[in-house]
């Protein structure tokens, strides 16, 4: 299966070829998946997704310079990639030309040495999951929630999902190659108390492989307790205070970041960080990397939506911005080399995304953090996006609790904290041990000095 999407990709490049382009790169994308729903202690629904597609893009020379179209199908019969591929030349042909134009030709692609290498690191494995398999498990997931205190007093249901993803190139200039990912998930949100004071949360568990989750009952637990730990929660007046976002929340901090240096953004002068390059951004305890190869990430790539080879990258080293992330084109346009962040789908205009983006854990668990800032404010729940990525202006409602003489005081609800991302990042006070990975983040607790916290 695996071979015959490359050979999918590799004859839309000759079709596009054929109609007239002088330059093609294709992808296609096969997803297989099911996700099963059990809600008080019964099957709700199991959903199954099988599809394919395929994405082209065709250059074409005018007198004016290289024009480009990109199009997607889902039709890969022979007739269906015909008809994409002159649909999409003919679209190159009224397009205007772009001097930026960047055609496959000259990317740095995967050498044969680099794809053995990865196929070696990487065999292809299942997920691990049946359906059966999958149902067990959310509904041990769901009891073990529901009976772990009696003020647990209802379930939003337990989820378990699996499924496979191969992802195949193929371009003009004769390079193709392909990979594949796996991945699994369980996930869970109960309900305790009534009424006005009911609190709902959530936890969830993925990996690429079933066996590698988490059990099903720690998962269950999770959920319970962070639900029971907000019961009570109230208001909070208004104030300065140092911040500590938690790990699940602390992600949305890298997420800023990664949008603040797509050099996409840069160049529309659309990112308060436009100016800082090789400026410190952050204090020097912090690093920051992309790694398109690690154990536990589940961003890994091969190459990126252009067929770059994917490589191993410090976006902020010692505290300093050390370049932004780039395309072919955004590089061009910078005057740098492509960092291999190009992120494409089959539809839309090509984008600018990281693999598995770390923040270097600092050596303080997070208790000891708390009993380090003395008061302020450990934030679990962010609501709402007040962010303004051009100025960097931060305001979002959240959750959590006060810490009060390096201990947590009471679960609190409906603040709102602010600052500027800029002022945030230089004012990191301390990094935790508790690295945690969501996904295709990874981040430990984040405490951040000097945040105005709207309250009552």
Known sequence: MNQSLKE????????????????????????????????????????????????????????QGLAFASASSSDVSEAGLKALAKQVVSMANISEPDPDAMPPEGAKHPTVEDMQAWACKHPHQHHGWDVEAAKEAALLCEQAGLDYSDRISNSEGANASFGETSIAYAASDGFMADYQRASS??????????????????????????????SAEEVGHEAAQRTLRMLGASGLSSRTSTVIFEPRVATSILGHLASAINGRSVLQKNSFLSDAL?????????????????????????FDGEGTHCQPRTMIEAGRLTGFLTDRYAAKRLHTESTGHARRGLTGDMGIGTSNMVLSAGEMSQEEMIHSIGDGILVTEL?????????????????????QGGKIERPIQGITIASNLK????????LGSDLTWFGSVATPSIAIENMMVAGE
Do not use: K, W
């Not at 108390?193 to 690429?208: F, I, L, N, P």
């Not at 007040?386 to 006060?402: E, I, K, P």
């Open 278 to 302: 090789n400026e410190s951004v952050f204090p020097d305890f912090v690093t920051i990397f992309d790694d398109p190869d690690h154990q536990d990430g589940m961003g890994n790539r091969l």
């Open 423 to 430: 002022d945030m990042f230089a004012n990191i006070a301390c």
């Open 383 to 403: 609501m709402g996006f007040g962010v303004n990525g051009v100025t960097g202006d931060y305001s979002r409602g959240a959750a959590g609790f006060l810490i």
């Open 185 to 214: 998930s369980l996930s869970i949100s109960v309900i305790a108390g009534e009424g006005e004071m009911m609190q709902r949360d959530y936890a969830y568990t993925r990996s690429r492989q079933a066996r590698d989750l988490r």
């Open 8 to 63: 999918i990709s590799n004859q839309l490049v000759h079709l596009a070829q054929q109609s007239g382009a002088s330059h093609a790169d294709a992808l296609s994308i096969l997803d297989a998946g099911e996700s099963v729903q059990v809600r008080h202690g019964a099957l709700e629904s199991v959903e199954r997704e099988d599809s394919r597609g395929v994405g082209l893009r065709a250059f074409v020379e005018t007198p």
